[in-house]
DNA sequence: ACAGTGACTACACACGTGTGTAGCGTCTTG
DNA sequence: CAAGACGCTACACACGTGTGTAGTCACTGT
């Protein structure tokens, strides 16, 4: 289930540079991160991180392709089945993304990792293909617009992580923060906000705003 | 339904400060965003941007309090019934952020407008608690978990702004992408994920894996 | 044994940036 | 009319940081 386990042909001091630059990035962000910071947490001198990275850019690029690497890994283990639970898999990525879990939020609201999103929107698209299946009306909106709109959803927890926490009253690192999470949204997944009546109802009301 | 219409006691150097590092700050981040760029916009001197805000710092807390004050402002539109539907009001608060959406956005990611979160938290919950009349289970959750999470969930599409154009094909702040993503928006939230049964089911698998 | 290659360090430079200080013009107030 | 307050500018300083350069050490292949 989980998707860390170190990569053979790590444990070398690039690749501990480059984890402890993806939890520097990811606790401070990027500007504020230094390397000379991402050194000292690594055990290495400065040079060496220019030595193997070439520039900043270059180590969040790095950082940014491990990440995409990890995702694509944990894909083909929700795709080959091995997944826990049969509902929406991009839930079951975030959860299960663990450590990575951070710099992807800061990496998504940075800019970067526009590869790992539409990767999860894809995957997001998939389940959705089968959702459809059982549904009884049309939808009037693409399925890939549903599909990103419910990716940014599942992935909001990740990035306000911090006010989700203070919210719940309990940090959601925690296991009792990660049960009372899964709990509420069990709860919200299983429950629509708007009645089909509602629904109908702003949808005419939008309707009228705009014609054509 | 604008929460704009400039504040009497503004056109004054200070507001053009207050907006133009507003806009920095949400385009460029707070780290990247420089005293002298600011100043440069709003067409004054770097000194004078110390002059009223004291430090960077005290010009990043006037533009959450003045994020704070807008939102207030929408607040009581919203309650005063003057809101244009009746759906979600964290929704249709967030459609009507307009400019402050941005910032907003940033605000939240970088760790500020702690207060700006909890008051919308605060909306949904009281939101909730009249959808919770027309539910005939009980929930097993908080209704400020649920509360939290939604308005998480609700503020995603800000927060990750970029991807969701993106994956939309439509930039957000076009008019055509707003119609677009109240549609997908609309359509999401009157569609359960899961089917009651498979809430169920994951739940179950839930206590299995905790007992306790 | 020897050259070559790559991991790694120490040191210095240039630059941007936040901040501090001194000063100028103008407007209000007693 | 004098005097302080306030909006505002220009200039200089200190510091952190990314980057560049030179050099050391260990290992490998011929």
Not at 27 to 48: D, H, K, P, Y
Not at 142 to 164: E, F, I, P, Q, S
Not at 189 to 195: E, N, T
Request: with cysteine.
């Amino acid at each position: 289930m989980n998707a860390s386990g170190p990569d053979p042909e790590d444990l070398t001091a690039r690749a501990r540079i480059r984890d402890a630059a993806m939890r520097h990035f990811a606790e401070q962000g990027f500007e504020r991160a230094t390397i000379r910071g991402i050194a000292e947490t690594a055990g290495v001198s400065s040079g060496l991180v220019r030595h193997h990275f070439g520039s900043k850019q270059g180590l969040r690029e790095a950082c940014d392709a491990h990440l995409a690497k990890m995702i694509r890994r944990l894909n083909d283990e929700v795709r080959s089945g091995h997944a826990l639970d049969k509902a929406n898999p991009v839930a079951t990525a975030n959860a299960a993304m663990g450590p990575y879990q951070r710099y992807l939020a800061r990496a998504l609201v940075e800019g970067s990792a526009e590869t790992v999103f539409d990767q999860m929107v894809e995957l997001s698209e998939e389940w959705l293909a089968e959702a459809d299946e059982k549904r009884s009306d049309t939808p009037d909106v693409d399925r890939k617009a549903r599909a990103t709109v419910g990716t940014a959803m599942a992935l909001a927890v990740a990035v306000l992580h911090k006010h989700v926490s203070r919210g719940l009253g309990v940090d959601l690192n925690t296991p009792e923060g990660d049960l009372l999470l899964a709990r509420t949204l069990i709860d919200i997944y299983s429950h629509p906000m708007l009645s089909v009546e509602e629904a109908a109802e702003v949808r005419a009301a939008l309707d009228n705003l705009s014609p054509g």
